[in-house]
């Protein structure tokens, strides 16, 4: 079972910046928090991840609360390509591990012009 | 464009058919994933390689076999599938089969059981 709860869809208006939150209460302290998207019709897509500080790069930003139990992923400025569902994963990170993503039901962000 | 091709893109088969799914990445990764999405349902990781060596099988049925023949390559043999087994099968390849890889996926093979 996924380990995050997520709101099922949201709306944005394009060019605004679209903020997805994400529950994660049971989160463990060797567990990093993982964002995909899937375009429709289209596999998913890696878009960041992080484990306690806030991360930025070209698609979006992360922000994580300081106890972890939540994050939100920040889209800038929204675009209508922008329409896709979002994955937040917990996913493990130590020895022994496997790269396996368990995905939930994701958020639907329509952006709408 | 991902790096990660899949073919065929559609197939339709019947009950009693064998056909095969072939997942090809361009990435120099190591390794490999198939997972299966169902109309209203999450994605489920199905099998897992890394270094050719099948690490993960999600409980997936014996009518389902993966092969890995290298790094570059997997396929899903299929034969006497269920109508319940029409779904989009996705393959994705990361760096390693450690944590922390991004996973790339290619554009899955939408397949329909009769």
């Known amino acids: 079972d996924a380990k995050t709860t997520q709101p099922p869809s949201m709306d944005c208006a394009e060019g605004r910046a679209a903020n997805l939150p994400c529950n994660h209460s049971t989160i463990s302290g060797n567990e990093y928090v993982y964002w995909y998207r899937q375009i429709h019709s289209q596999g998913p897509q890696y878009i960041i991840h992080g484990l306690k500080n806030n991360e930025t790069n070209e698609m979006a930003s992360l922000i994580i609360t300081e106890d972890r139990k939540s994050s939100t992923l920040i889209l800038p400025h929204a675009t209508l390509r922008d329409t896709a569902v979002y994955y937040c994963?917990?996913?493990?990170?130590?020895?022994?591990?496997?790269?396996?993503?368990?995905f939930g039901t994701g958020t639907l962000l329509a952006v709408q012009p | 464009e991902t790096g990660v091709t899949q073919t065929p893109r559609h197939l339709v088969m019947g009950m009693t058919n064998k056909k095969s799914l072939k997942c090809e990445q361009h990435?120099?990764?190591?390794?490999m994933y198939w997972y299966k999405q169902s109309a209203k349902k999450p994605l489920e990781l199905m099998f897992v390689y890394n270094f050719k060596e099948q690490t993960e099988n999600n409980s997936v049925p014996s009518r389902f076999s993966p092969e890995c023949p290298n790094s570059s390559h997997l396929f899903l043999h299929l034969h006497t599938l269920q109508p319940e087994d029409s779904a989009l099968y996705l393959c994705?390849?990361?760096?390693?089969?450690?944590?922390?890889?991004?996973?790339?996926f290619g554009p899955g093979t939408r397949l329909t059981v009769l």
């Open positions: 990435l120099g990764h190591n390794a």
């Open positions: 994705a390849s990361s760096q390693t089969g450690l944590p922390g890889n991004e996973q790339f």
């Open positions: 994963i917990v996913l493990p990170n130590y020895g022994g591990a496997t790269n396996k993503l368990i």
